[in-house]
């Protein structure tokens, strides 16, 4: 981990995930020239990510490559909470992605390419899935594309959205409510066992005066 001047670890604003290395060669006329390429995908978990791909001679100058390139084409998407606003399915080249909103607390239901670009964006509950090439790459750049469209579509339309705070105040006034009918449920319940039980009590009397004792039986 990096360190500032003063001996702290140093925080860094963007979470870098190493997507796919390739190795790529190159025919010249000296010869093949060997390198790698490298796929990436940078964010800050609060609504920005970007991809880059980055060519070099060795690994550590392609991912610095990647990493730049990335930050370049960061987009910011808008959340709805934890999850994305709508469904939405797109495909780009040969990789085809559907991505769909998820309830507070369903987790990243993904394969590992479209996991890393969504909580790289910071999305905390969405359901993905890949219906066109399983290649990585492919994957990545469609997740990309719908997370671009979804911030268009969003912009265009003007959709409202919630913060966490507002669909948390919406769940405690839901359990609230809940409570209450249960509550009102119980009470009713309650109520009817009483109205009955009053009912029966002299229905009760009348075949307790009725009914003759035991001597007055054995006499007869």
Known sequence: ???????????????????????????????????????MVVGDKKGRVGVGLGKAGDVLAAI??????????????????????????????????????????????AGGPVRAVVEAAGVRDITCKIMGSDN???????????????????AIKGIKLRSISDIEEEERKKVEELQKHAVEVAEKHEETIKTEVAKQKPVAKKLAVKKPTAKKAASK
């Not at 001047?5 to 060669?25: A, D, H, L, M, T």
């Not at 990585?136 to 969003?154: M, N, P, R």
């Open 64 to 109: 610095k490559k990647s990493v730049k390139k990335a930050k370049k084409k960061l987009i910011s998407i808008p959340l709805d909470g934890t999850t994305i606003p709508f469904a939405i399915t797109v495909k780009k080249g040969a990789g085809k992605v559907m991505l769909k909103p998820s309830s507070k607390g369903t987790g990243v239901i």
């Open 1 to 39: 981990m990096a360190r500032d001047n003063f001996g702290k670890p140093e925080v860094k604003e963007f979470e870098e995930k190493v997507i796919q290395i390739s190795r790529v060669s190159k025919k010249t006329k000296g010869g093949n020239k060997v390198g790698f390429s490298v796929l």
């Open 136 to 154: 990585q790459a492919s994957s990545v750049y469609a997740t990309f594309e719908a997370l671009k469209q979804i911030s268009k579509i969003v």
